[in-house]
């Protein structure tokens, strides 16, 4: 089997995460969504948003990133790049191959 593989940003809530609050209405928010509308903006974003508790639902707390044409140190360094991670998140980065697609 062949398939393309990429990257995944896994992103949950970090040290500086205030419980109880939304995703949206965490205080640096809008930061971290600047910092991802730069890295939208180069191309290798294949999909990108937060998790949420049910289809049509409220947003859940973290979001996930799909990444193609990186490696997985360009990953790791567009993930640290964003001054948000550390701190209102945490980011994990895994590669991820695709047998199984359209």
């Not at 419980?19 to 600047?34: A, L, R, S």
């Amino acid at each position: 089997m062949n398939g393309p593989t990429y990257v995944i940003l896994t992103q949950l809530p970090g040290p500086s995460w205030v419980e109880g609050t939304d995703y949206n209405d965490q205080p640096d928010f809008w930061t971290h969504v600047h910092y991802m509308e730069e890295i939208f903006a180069t191309g290798n974003v294949v999909l990108s948003g937060p998790f949420m508790h049910a289809i049509g639902g409220r947003v859940a707390d973290g979001g996930m990133t799909v990444l193609k044409n990186v490696t997985v140190e360009e990953a790791q360094a567009i993930a640290s790049a964003d001054p948000t991670d550390g701190g209102m998140i945490n980011t994990s980065v895994q590669p991820w191959w695709i047998p199984f697609h359209e």
